[in-house]
């Protein structure tokens, strides 16, 4: 019986390094290892820093909190666990940087048959501001929807279940544009 716990436990301590994330900092920023959010208690599961060209301009550090930590990233878009994505920005962009850059996610994300309807696409990249340095942002996902908030401030909700996942797509999806951020926050670095 001794030699059957013995021989489980490194298994155990290998799962349970892979199951819980230490509070994280990254280019200044640091990220709790837990957070409580509407009564549900979520895990930092991975960190990540979006750099744009070629000279590695840093844009923004991001952090991916799930209940369920996973590197799976098809788990995690299919499943109805609360998910957040936070973000801090090491920069100022202005409004039309910052549209260009969601058109683009949502266009490589949204492919047929994934059909988002257009006069929401319109409305989520026209609500879409400039943002400054030091300025944080969240994407909550829910079962309903997604909840958007900037600086602690709910700015708005998308309730089309399909355009939230395709959001959250942007960031770990198969076609996401910024593989750097998706394996971060994929907790695979």
């Known amino acids: 019986m001794l030699r059957r ?3 489980v436990l490194p298994v ?5 390094g892979l199951m ?3 509070a994280a900092v990254l280019d200044g920023v640091t990220f709790p290892d837990t957070q409580t959010v509407a009564g549900r208690r979520l895990v930092l599961n991975g960190t990540a820093l979006r750099t744009y060209s070629i000279l590695r301009v840093h844009i923004y550090v991001a952090a991916l909190y ?8 098809s788990q995690i878009l299919g499943s109805d666990q609360m998910k957040m994505v936070q973000f ?3 920069r100022n962009i202005d409004a039309p940087d910052a549209r260009k850059s969601w058109e683009e996610g949502l ?5 047929a048959p994934c059909r988002l309807q257009p006069q929401d696409v ?3 990249l026209d609500a879409v501001p400039a943002v400054h340095q030091g300025e944080s942002g969240s994407l909550l996902f829910t079962p309903d929807g997604l909840d958007v908030f900037t600086d602690g401030r709910f700015i708005g909700r998308i309730t089309d279940p399909t355009f939230s996942r395709v959001v959250l797509s942007t960031f770990i999806g198969p076609q996401s544009l910024l593989p750097d951020v998706r394996s971060g926050l994929l907790g695979q670095h």
């Open 5 to 7: 716990i013995l021989a």
């Open 20 to 22: 819980r994330a230490e």
């Open 66 to 73: 799930l209940e369920r930590p996973s590197s799976n990233a």
């Open 122 to 124: 319109t409305r989520f």
């Open 12 to 16: 155990l301590f290998l799962c349970s």
């Open 88 to 90: 801090v920005f090491s």
């Open 107 to 111: 266009a490589a994300n949204c492919r």
